[in-house]
């Protein structure tokens, strides 16, 4: 595959071409003003065009819903005792993120501004708030669910914040992201056939925007020696997969994934089916942020002059 040229970095590249690099396409996103780099690498404020294509695909996303299911728009934090019920903090310890507090009197400011005016950053008073960092949408709805799972299965939709420790120059791997996931929990037959919908469907939905995805067999990042036996026994059972495009010639990058969890949340969190067994749950994810990026990438850095098609397809 070829880059864009300098001179037309800004334009929609040719099929079967994408930027040479991580760097080239983070240049072009600054340099459009798409994107706006903080003092931490990784974490972008967003222009108005930008945050306009994320809220766009975020529509489309929901519109692809079969049912007229619920629709739930979560916060950035969880309860700390979900959080931690969920196991993410065992799986992913480098990715996730702890929210501090101040619970403290008088003495304890004394000792913050004593801390902060020798340059350190108040760890030393602060205090573990009793809300996290969410970092996989889907997390935070299993802890609220009616345990009593219906015949026909549950199913809804759920948006909102994810944030990840993961800092990287690749304009792909922010710290703080979006996704919108179509979630079910039901009986194993019900949470399988969600899968096996949502995959093909993801990937021509994402294909009419003009994007060539291909579906690959994948695994959560599960960290250290643990992690990477945990991390094949997901990619043997066949339980993640991928909806990965070409944005940058450096790697492929996903922008979507369907999960299929088992009983892993339904065991934490007594989800029941009414034959009396444990519900299984599965999720269909679309990276809302790396969806406007691959359209970008794709179609050009100015939404405005994207093919009618796609501008029709994103309503
Ligand atoms: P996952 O739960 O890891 O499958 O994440 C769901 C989707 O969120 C992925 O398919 C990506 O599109 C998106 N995503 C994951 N990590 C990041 C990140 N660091 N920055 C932006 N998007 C991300
Ligand atoms: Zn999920």
Known sequence: MTSPTTETAGSPRAPGTCYADAAAFRSALLDAGLLVPTAATGLY??????????????????????????????????????????????????????VSVFTGGDAEHRALLEDLDAGGNG????????????????????????????????????????????????????????????????????????????????????????????????NDPFFGRVGRMLAANQQQASLKHELVVDIHDEKPTAIGSTNYHEDHFSVLFDLTTPDGNLAHSGCAAFGLERIALALLSRHGLEPGHWPTEVRRELG
Do not use: K, N
């Open 45 to 98: 404020q967003r222009s108005g065009d930008f945050e306009d294509a994320v809220r766009a695909v975020e529509a489309w996303a929901g519109s692809l819903r079969l049912d007229a299911y619920p629709r739930r728009s979560l916060p950035p934090i969880l309860p700390r005792a979900d959080f931690l019920q969920t196991d993410y903090l065992r799986s992913f310890p480098d990715l996730a993120g702890i």
């Open 123 to 218: 760890s030393t008073v602060l205090e573990p708030a009793e809300t996290v960092l969410s970092s996989a949408v889907c997390h935070s709805v299993y802890p609220t669910l009616d345990p009593a799972i219906p015949d026909e299965g549950l199913r809804l939709e759920a948006s909102g914040f994810a944030f990840r420790h993961e800092p990287s120059l690749d304009p792909v791997r922010m710290q703080s992201f979006r996704m919108l996931e179509h979630v079910c929990v039901g009986t194993p037959a019900q949470a399988e056939a969600h899968r096996d919908v949502w995959l093909p469907r993801m990937a021509e939905g994402l294909g009419s925007l003009g994007l060539d995805v291909r579906i690959e067999a994948a």
